[in-house]
């Protein structure tokens, strides 16, 4: 995908009216700090256009961002704060949960794992949470320059089984650093919004 415009269309809070969107939707999910930001920025080639983590009460918002007036990627919020309140945290897994039964337009949803890890409760939850919701989450498999080429494959398989993930599950790996990955995520999101 050449990007040739990009723009922060929506923002939604708990509280919002989620868009009726008419243009196909790809969404990322993934605990708080695993580079989702990082990971937009460097699909749509800009530096800090999605919000980077690590911003004590930065607000929890699904963000909608129209690529070229052809499709959206959607930034759900980070997952995992450790300083959030129960009630806090169930009013953005009903945001989520609004989200994923109400759109239309949501072709996939790509979940973030941080490479180097394996999975935590936490993604595991998520994981099935969002296969509960009706979507088999395609996984990228952040911070790929961290780790010796020589550990990707046991990593990934880590992160396969550590999810119990479902036979055929892609798994991408990704740098923000070096965007190793890049082309392969693009050329995959092409493919799922092609109708
Ligand atoms: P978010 O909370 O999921 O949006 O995470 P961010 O994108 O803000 O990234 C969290 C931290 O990890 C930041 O300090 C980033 O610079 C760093 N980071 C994210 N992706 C990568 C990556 O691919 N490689 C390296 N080396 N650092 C990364």
């Not at 723009?7 to 243009?23: A, D, H, M, Q, Y």
């Not at 460097?42 to 911003?55: D, E, V």
């Not at 039964?101 to 994981?127: C, T, W």
């Amino acid at each position: 995908m050449i990007i040739k415009n990009v723009n922060l269309e929506t923002v939604c809070g708990i509280t919002s009216r989620l868009p009726e969107n008419e243009l196909p939707e790809i969404a990322f999910a993934g605990k708080s700090n695993v580079g989702k930001s990082s990971l937009i920025n460097g699909l749509l080639n800009r530096k800090s256009l999605a919000r980077t983590s690590a911003q004590p009460g930065k607000t929890q918002t699904i963000n909608f961002y129209n690529v070229n007036q052809a499709m959206y990627l959607v930034d759900l919020p980070g997952y995992g704060y450790a300083k959030v309140t129960q009630e806090i945290r169930e009013k953005w897994g009903k945001l989520i949960e609004r989200y994923l039964h109400g759109s239309k337009q949501l072709k996939a949803v790509f979940l973030l794992i941080d490479i180097r890890h394996e999975p935590s409760e936490n993604d595991k939850r998520m994981y099935e949470w969002i296969v509960w919701n009706g979507y088999d989450p395609i996984i990228i498999a952040t911070k790929l320059d961290k780790i010796k080429r020589s550990q990707i494959q046991k990593q990934l398989k880590l992160i396969r089984t550590g999810l119990n993930v479902k036979p055929g599950t892609q798994i991408l790996p990704f740098s923000a650093e070096t965007k190793q990955g890049r082309d392969e995520i693009w050329a995959l999101i092409d493919t799922l919004i092609t109708p």
